[in-house]
């Protein structure tokens, strides 16, 4: 919702502002969220008991490194 209103900011940039937003909120707030995020996780356990989480990686492609000392601003 928040991109689609701030389109025109990056998501790095919008990932810190919404972080922001949350250290703001009231705990009264954050203990509900959190509330509905246990019971999302039992009700996870519940339904697929045998669910594991793996980590999926590419390896394939090569970052590039960029050598930040010869760039000029």
């Given at each position: 919702m928040m991109r689609k209103e701030h389109s025109d900011i990056s998501k790095y940039?919008?990932?810190k502002v919404i972080g922001k937003k949350w250290e703001e909120e009231t705990e009264e707030v954050k203990d509900r969220f959190k509330k509905l995020a246990e019971?999302?996780?039992s009700?996870?356990?519940?339904?697929?008991?045998?669910?594991?989480y793996h980590q999926?990686?590419?390896?394939?492609?090569k970052k590039e490194k960029t050598?930040?000392?010869k760039i000029k601003i």
């Open positions: 940039c919008l990932l019971d999302k996780k009700e996870n356990e519940t339904n697929c008991p045998n669910y594991k999926f990686r590419n390896n394939t492609r050598d930040w000392k």
